[in-house]
């Protein structure tokens, strides 16, 4: 694997908060924030801005992320997977409503350390000197945070794009299909769509997620173009010196009870439910595929099963998957053949994404793919669950989110129509309030 190296300075410098230090930086080109929640997955939180390669478009003849594979994009780079992109080749062409791939590289990037408290200033650059200078600049940032104010809730609308009648007779639909064996399961959404008032901005959605964190939440806008996530699904970390691989899907919900008794029975109910276990093994199983493409023989393991977690609006099952990548295996490649994630897809993945189509309308950013790559080729890339994209159409943003559910043979409608309730609300509440 072929990685251009480039002269980086490292600065190590005292706490600052993250979303702090993102928000006096909201008004520059290219404004990035990965806001962890500073747990066992979230130790690392990261602050850009003013990015110095671009790229928005699509991802390449047949689905190929060839412009990962350029020099320009190689490390320092951030960069969002649409869902559809890697549907296609399932759906066919379909109108797009947004890139499939966004990639920007950042010569000024900061990195928080929630475990020891610190600040790691990070200078990229062609030589030494302009690596100093962004070092430089990034530094300049700590001292430009500014105090949060949670902002009034920035939109009046939050409007479904169909029915809950539709949305449960889309589930029969599914549940239909697999008693007659065209499939084992597939994950359908409901949309919901608005804008934010005159003078409203995405980032005011992040500052009001912050009570809420989770692992993978982001901010990033390029352009005209915004997505804020509140993310808690690792889609893959891969780490290019060890090769090692880890996958930790998510299946199964339920929502969280502000009784600490009742919320207890449910976080158990969902660890103990045949069908939560099941849909989530089916998703599992499916991984384990995936990462067999390209891990060496062997080495693909399940090292944790139905896990439960839990969030401030719902308790999720989680499982994790391992593998050791083959030599040679790069960013792109892993990318390409694991991608859609099987959790927001189905199984087999194929036929589920065909099946998704016929109920729903193109995605876009939402279930594809927020990524990150380090200096030494380390890969973080969440699911864009939790997750709303944002469109700038004259002065004003309009906005994009969704939740769904996994189907199975088992699934009840209605059931399934209070779990994608469940998992926006945090998002409907950042929007329009409670």
Same mark, same amino acid.
């Given at each position: 694997?072929?990685?251009?190296?480039?002269?980086?300075?490292?600065?190590?410098?005292?706490?600052?908060?993250?979303?702090?230090?993102?928000?006096?930086?909201?008004?520059?080109?290219?404004?990035?924030?990965?806001?962890?929640?500073?747990?066992?997955?979230?130790?690392?939180?990261?602050?850009?801005?003013?990015?110095?390669?671009?790229?928005?478009?699509?991802?390449?003849?047949?689905?190929?992320?060839?412009?990962?594979?350029?020099?320009?994009?190689?490390?320092?780079?951030?960069?969002?997977?649409?869902?559809?992109?890697?549907?296609?080749?399932?759906?066919?062409?379909?109108?797009?409503?947004?890139?499939?791939?966004?990639?920007?590289?950042?010569?000024?990037?900061?990195?928080?350390?929630?475990?020891?408290?610190?600040?790691?200033?990070?200078?990229?650059?062609?030589?030494?000197?302009?690596?100093?200078?962004?070092?430089?600049?990034?530094?300049?940032?700590?001292?430009?945070?500014?105090?949060?104010?949670?902002?009034?809730?920035?939109?009046?609308?939050?409007?479904?794009?169909?029915?809950?009648?539709?949305?449960?007779?889309?589930?029969?639909?599914?549940?239909?299909?697999?008693?007659?064996?065209?499939?084992?399961?597939?994950?359908?959404?409901?949309?919901?769509?608005?804008?934010?008032?005159?003078?409203?901005?995405?980032?005011?959605?992040?500052?009001?997620?912050?009570?809420?964190?989770?692992?993978?939440?982001?901010?990033?806008?390029?352009?005209?173009?915004?997505?804020?996530?509140?993310?808690?699904?690792?889609?893959?970390?891969?780490?290019?010196?060890?090769? &090692?691989?880890? #996958?930790?899907?998510?299946? /199964?919900? !339920?929502? *969280?009870?502000?009784?600490? %008794?009742?919320?207890?029975?449910? +976080?158990?109910?969902?660890?103990?439910?045949?069908?939560?276990?099941?849909?989530?093994?089916?998703?599992?199983?499916?991984?384990?595929?995936?990462?067999?493409?390209?891990?060496?023989?062997?080495?693909?393991?399940?090292?944790?099963?139905?896990?439960?977690?839990?969030?401030?609006?719902?308790?999720?099952?989680?499982?994790?998957?391992?593998?050791?990548?083959?030599?040679?295996?790069?960013?792109?490649?892993?990318?390409?053949?694991?991608?859609?994630?099987?959790?927001?897809?189905?199984?087999?993945?194929?036929?589920?994404?065909?099946?998704?189509?016929?109920?729903?309308?193109?995605?876009?950013?939402?279930?594809?793919?927020?990524?990150?790559?380090?200096?030494?080729?380390?890969?973080?890339?969440?699911?864009?669950? &939790?997750?709303? #994209?944002?469109?700038?159409? /004259?002065? !004003?943003? *309009?906005?994009?989110?969704? %939740?769904?559910?996994?189907?199975? +043979?088992?699934?009840?409608?209605?059931?399934?129509?209070?779990?994608?309730?469940?998992?926006?609300?945090?998002?409907?509440?950042?929007?329009?309030?409670?």
């Amino acid at each position: 694997m072929n990685r251009a190296a480039r002269p980086v300075e490292i600065r190590e410098r005292p706490w600052r908060d993250p979303l702090a230090v993102a928000a006096g930086l909201r008004r520059l080109e290219g404004p990035l924030a990965l806001l962890s929640d500073g747990g066992t997955l979230g130790r690392w939180s990261f602050v850009a801005a003013e990015p110095d390669r671009v790229h928005v478009g699509g991802a390449g003849p047949g689905g190929k992320l060839d412009r990962l594979r350029s020099p320009d994009f190689q490390t320092g780079v951030v960069g969002l997977l649409a869902y559809d992109a890697g549907a296609r080749p399932a759906t066919g062409p379909r109108d797009p409503v947004w890139p499939d791939l966004m990639l920007a590289r950042y010569p000024a990037m900061l990195a928080f350390d929630h475990r020891a408290g610190a600040v790691r200033v990070f200078g990229r650059g062609e030589d030494a000197e302009s690596a100093r200078t962004a070092a430089d600049r990034a530094e300049g940032w700590l001292a430009a945070a500014i105090d949060l104010v949670v902002p009034p809730a920035p939109a009046d609308d939050f409007v479904e794009e169909a029915t809950p009648a539709a949305y449960c007779a889309a589930v029969a639909d599914v549940v239909e299909r697999i008693a007659a064996g065209q499939l084992y399961q597939a994950n359908i959404a409901r949309a919901w769509s608005g804008a934010l008032r005159a003078g409203g901005d995405p980032f005011d959605v992040m500052l009001r997620l912050a009570g809420r964190a989770a692992a993978y939440g982001a901010f990033w806008r390029l352009g005209d173009r915004a997505v804020v996530s509140n993310s808690p699904e690792l889609f893959l970390a891969f780490d290019p010196s060890s090769r &090692r691989i880890e #996958s930790r899907p998510i299946k /199964g919900t !339920r929502p *969280r009870h502000p009784d600490p %008794a009742d919320d207890a029975v449910l +976080a158990t109910e969902l660890r103990s439910s045949a069908k939560d276990q099941a849909e989530n093994l089916m998703i599992v199983d499916l991984m384990r595929n995936d990462l067999s493409l390209v891990a060496e023989p062997g080495s693909v393991a399940v090292t944790a099963l139905f896990e439960v977690e839990s969030h401030p609006t719902v308790h999720h099952l989680v499982s994790t998957v391992t593998g050791l990548a083959r030599a040679g295996t790069g960013t792109a490649g892993l990318l390409e053949a694991t991608f859609p994630p099987g959790s927001i897809t189905g199984a087999p993945k194929h036929e589920a994404m065909k099946v998704i189509a016929l109920h729903e309308p193109p995605r876009g950013a939402w279930c594809g793919s927020l990524f990150h790559i380090e200096d030494d080729g380390r890969l973080t890339a969440s699911v864009l669950i &939790r997750t709303a #994209s944002f469109e700038r159409v /004259g002065g !004003r943003w *309009r906005f994009r989110t969704l %939740a769904g559910a996994g189907i199975v +043979a088992d699934s009840d409608p209605t059931a399934e129509l209070a779990e994608t309730d469940a998992k926006i609300r945090a998002l409907r509440e950042a929007l329009v309030g409670p």
